[in-house]
């Protein structure tokens, strides 16, 4: 690619992407509402509200591709996700059919179907649960980019990340933890691979206890390398084992699932 923006850069995903996502384009676009500090070689470094339509079609014009990662990332206001994570989320597939349609790696959430329980077998067909608002907006994220892809061809990958964290930290992680180098990969995969579609994928590592399995997307090639069975000793070590009535070993979607609404 000659460009990839990346939005949500200042984030802690985004700051990864940053660093080790380079090779895939000359010029990486980096966009955000908080500060992104100096531009290095091949970046390009742009402060864009998502809420704001005419910005954010400038935002994407001349971009071969894009890594949604911008927008609210954790259970808020009504209001904030509203703007960041629905409308927001409505001006970048504008902008994207208005600029060439470049492909789309939109960054969803397990929380889509965070009220099954971990025991309950489910696919990327079964229906969405979400455990909080955070969540019902990446319900609807997923409703938009199938919609774009029917509707006008708008190549999309529904990516469904577990815990994207440098490391495991709890025992729910143990099964939805997704590491940078599989995140990585994954978005290599996304971009390089020749016909994608509209896929729903699950970002998750190589962990023995995941719960859900990418076997229907085995075409992009994309195999996780990484697994959380080896943080275990220490997560138990560390008191970060919940008890069998705690959301953590309840609800695929842990502690949203307890989470008030605000």
């Known amino acids: 690619m000659k460009r990839l923006l990346i939005t949500g850069a200042a984030g802690s995903l985004g700051k ?5 996502l380079t090779h895939l384009a000359e010029t990486l676009r980096l966009s955000d509402i908080s500060d992104l500090g100096s531009a290095k070689p091949g970046e390009e470094l742009v402060s864009c509200d998502l809420a704001d339509s005419d910005a954010v079609s400038a935002l994407v014009e001349d971009c071969d591709g894009i ?30 059919r208005a600029h060439g349609q470049p ?17 309950e077998p489910i696919d ?6 979400p455990d909080g608002m955070y969540g019902v907006s990446k319900c609807f994220g997923e ?28 025992y729910r992680m143990l099964a939805t933890w997704l590491s940078y180098g599989d995140f990585v990969s ?22 023995s206890r995941r719960w859900w399995s990418n076997d229907h997307v085995r075409y992009l090639g994309w195999s996780p390398k990484d697994s959380a069975d080896a943080y275990a000793e220490d ?21 949203n699932t307890q989470d008030p609404l605000t």
């Not at 959430?109 to 971990?118: A, D, L, M, P």
């Not at 990327?124 to 649960?129: D, E, I, L, T, W």
């Not at 919609?147 to 469904?160: L, N």
């Open 16 to 20: 990864v992407a940053r660093a080790r």
């Open 67 to 96: 890594l949604h990662l911008g927008g609210i990332s954790t259970e808020q206001s009504f209001e904030a996700i509203l703007n960041a994570n629905i409308i927001g989320l409505r001006n970048l597939y504008e902008a994207a």
């Open 103 to 119: 492909r789309i790696f939109f960054a969803g959430s397990n929380h889509v179907i965070g009220f099954y329980r971990q025991q």
């Open 124 to 129: 990327h067909n079964s229906p969405v649960r």
């Open 143 to 170: 409703a938009l980019a199938r919609f774009y892809f029917d509707k006008f061809g708008q190549e999309t990958a529904i990516v469904r990340i577990g815990s994207c964290f440098e490391k495991p930290t709890d």
């Open 186 to 207: 994954l978005v290599e995969r996304v971009f390089e691979v020749p016909n994608l579609g509209c896929p729903t994928i699950w970002g998750v590592s190589a962990n």
């Open 235 to 255: 997560i138990q070590s560390a008191g970060n084992w919940p008890n069998a009535s705690h959301p953590l070993s309840m609800f695929q979607g842990g502690n």
